[in-house]
């Protein structure tokens, strides 16, 4: 275990509040080496998503509250419970009562990371609220026991979670690529809005203990990090929208083979995909990538925009690296 003092929870100002981008794994994880540490057994790399992310604001309450968007959450429910478990297990027990309020540019829930940005920028509220000035290395530490890809949107760019094998996880760590690619462009095509049937915590447990497939997906999906980062170092974008397309399908294939059988994707989302591949031979080049949800995300360069545009009118585009964090 990390050696950390008990983090203070005496607020240093009435208010905080705080962005944090979400963002898009072009080499996912997915599984976990320790449940309670919430370790991933393999590393993964991202491209942060600009505007689209999470606010927080938080301040003492008379009890806990969890308001997203406006709403009171129910206090019984999973994403009260999972929200505070975490807070409880960085403050402790005796921790104030806290009133968080969190709102998404992004819908909850549907495969696109909202939880990553959610609990990036609760932590980032917390730092300011109670005055913690955590290094980066811890943020990204406390931010993964909320939820695995939040350790990934405290930064922006691209960004490499290495998974790390010490049980303890001192060795996990997570990585600002220097690289920056002002034409690399993110599409994000909504299929559904609905919330996916099964956490990514239950799928990842299902794939880990039942997929025949599941150990060639963690070597596999390491050497694709490896890759990834040669082919963003010499901006390669064919290899770089290769291995993220395979990357996806590979991760899909994996869950496939679960008993019971784990099915993200819808038949439109494979639609999409066909359409996307078939663009391809007409020489517009983008690549498709999938998480746990029937979303699908593109990533292709500035001189393709307008074809995607095209192909793809209700396409949500985003500029990683001109866009404000
Ligand atoms: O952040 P989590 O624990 O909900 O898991 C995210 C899993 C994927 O989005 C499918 C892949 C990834 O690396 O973001």
């Known amino acids: 275990m990390l050696n950390i003092a008990p983090l203070s929870y005496t607020a240093s100002k ?12 072009l080499c ?21 998503l600009g505007k689209l992310g ?18 009171p959450i129910a206090t019984q429910s999973a994403e009260y419970t999972r929200l505070f478990t975490w807070i409880n297990s960085l403050l402790g027990n005796n921790r104030p009562c806290l009133y968080i309020h969190t709102f998404s540019n992004i819908p909850i829930g549907a495969g696109v990371a909202s939880s990553a940005s959610s609990f990036g920028a609760i932590l980032k509220a917390m730092n ?48 600002t690529l220097p690289q920056t690619w002002s034409e690399f462009r993110v599409g994000i095509l909504y299929v559904s809005r609905a919330k996916k049937p099964v956490s990514s915590r239950d799928g990842m447990k299902l794939t880990v203990q039942t997929s025949p497939t599941y150990k060639g997906w963690v070597e596999y999906a390491e050497n694709c990090c490896d890759e990834m980062i040669k082919a963003i170092q010499v901006k390669d974008f064919t290899k770089v929208g290769e291995i993220t397309e395979r990357n996806a399908l590979t991760m899909h294939g994996t869950m496939m083979g679960c008993s019971p059988p784990l099915i993200y994707m819808l038949p439109k989302t494979l639609e999409i995909i066909q359409k996307v591949q078939q ?12 998480d746990a949800g029937p979303n699908v995300k593109l990533v292709f360069l500035k001189k393709d925009e307008q074809s995607i545009k ?7 585009i985003i500029s990683p690296f001109e866009s404000a964090f």
């Open 14 to 25: 009435e208010k905080a509040e705080a962005f944090c981008s979400s963002n898009i794994a």
């Open 28 to 48: 996912k994880y997915w599984g976990k080496r320790d449940e309670v540490l919430n370790l991933p057994t393999n590393s993964s790399l991202s491209i942060s």
């Open 54 to 71: 999470t606010r927080a604001s938080i301040c003492i309450g008379e009890s806990d509250m969890l308001m997203i968007g406006g709403k």
């Open 128 to 175: 300011s609220f109670f005055g913690w000035q955590l290094n980066d290395s811890l943020l990204a530490h406390f931010a993964r026991l909320g939820s695995g890809s939040a350790a990934r949107s405290l930064s922006r760019g691209f960004v490499y979670a290495k998974a790390g094998i010490d049980s303890n996880g001192v060795d996990f760590n997570v990585i």
């Open 279 to 290: 663009l391809r031979s007409q020489g517009i080049e983008a690549y498709a990538t999938v």
């Open 310 to 316: 095209e192909s793809f009118p209700t396409c949500e």
